[in-house]
């Protein structure tokens, strides 16, 4: 008879919080139990991979059972991990932020585009910065820029700072905590990606009003007095809401040169306002 497998070893408790993750209907059950055995053990995942035989210590197996259990009751993995990776920089997330996403990439991407285009320094707003993951992206991409990080909450703004800190970003990106564009000095470039409804985050930062739109209302209104002539406006949105949000916009700037831009699955995800 072949013996058991050794319990504690990365194989066995890979395969064990696989099992529990699948069980409660994880996605992708399998990534996630790689993360969180990965994190637990300080190493990378292909560490996990070439080194299977390693064994957890007691502690560690108490802390993995704790976080596949939380992961199982669909806390999402980045706020047991305390980290996620955005644009190809690594931040620090707590539930005080709303989580990085892939599609907020092309909020960065199209941001890069139009300094690219519009040479020289420029100043920039990012709205609603969170975790700081837009204005981290855009600052390391375009050296000559300064950014200013708005937030209304100031736990999201210690967030914030701390990723601002660690990317040694701070003489180029300065926080503010203030609601909405109110206050605001003159910019040349506004990004916002302000509150859709999803699950398990921050409330203050979901709270978009009875149809999702206020704050963008707010923010358009404001907006006037804030973007410099020929600047522009960025908003990331739900898919849904985009031309919703594009009618708005057009009946704040007739003149303006208004688009709606798709992220990488396909969908509308960035409506770009282009002042003459």
């Known amino acids: 008879m072949a013996p058991a497998p050794d319990r504690d070893t990365v194989k066995v408790q890979l395969a064990t919080t696989r099992?529990?993750?699948?069980?409660?209907?994880?996605?992708?059950?399998?990534l996630d139990a790689e993360i969180l055995v990965a994190h637990v053990l300080k190493v990378s995942r292909e560490r996990l991979h070439s080194h299977p035989e390693q064994r957890l210590t007691e502690p560690q197996r108490r802390r993995l059972r704790r976080l596949a259990a939380r992961r199982a009751a669909r806390v999402p993995v980045p706020y047991l991990t305390g980290e996620r990776e955005f644009y190809g920089h690594m931040l620090m997330v707590s539930p005080a932020?709303?989580?990085?996403?892939?599609?907020?990439?092309?909020?960065?991407e199209l941001a890069i585009e139009w300094l690219n285009a519009h040479p020289?320094?420029?100043?920039v707003i990012d709205l609603g910065t969170g975790s700081g993951a837009v204005a981290i992206a855009v600052a390391k991409a375009v050296s000559r820029v300064r950014i200013?990080?708005?937030?209304?909450?100031?736990?999201?703004l210690r967030v914030a700072a701390?990723?601002?800190a660690r990317h040694r970003l701070r003489r180029r990106i300065t926080t503010v905590k203030a609601d909405l564009l109110r206050g605001a000095r003159p910019a040349d470039l506004i990004l916002a990606n302000l509150p859709k409804e999803l699950e398990y985050e921050p409330a203050l930062a979901l709270d978009g009003g009875?149809?999702?739109l206020a704050l963008i209302r707010t923010a358009l209104s404001q907006a006037p007095a804030v973007v410099k002539p020929g600047g522009a406006l960025f908003f990331e949105y739900d898919p849904a809401q985009t031309r919703r949000i594009v009618r708005l916009a057009q009946g704040q700037w007739p003149?303006?040169?208004?688009s709606v831009h798709k992220d990488l699955a396909g969908r509308d995800r960035v409506v770009r306002i282009q002042l003459p």
């Open 148 to 156: 200013v990080a708005r937030d209304v909450s100031a736990r999201a």
């Open 255 to 258: 003149a303006a040169d208004i």
């Open 97 to 108: 932020v709303l989580i990085p996403r892939p599609e907020s990439e092309s909020l960065v």
């Open 120 to 123: 020289g320094p420029r100043r």
């Open 162 to 164: 701390t990723n601002i």
């Open 210 to 212: 009875e149809d999702g």
């Open 19 to 30: 099992a529990t993750l699948r069980k409660a209907g994880i996605a992708y059950a399998w």
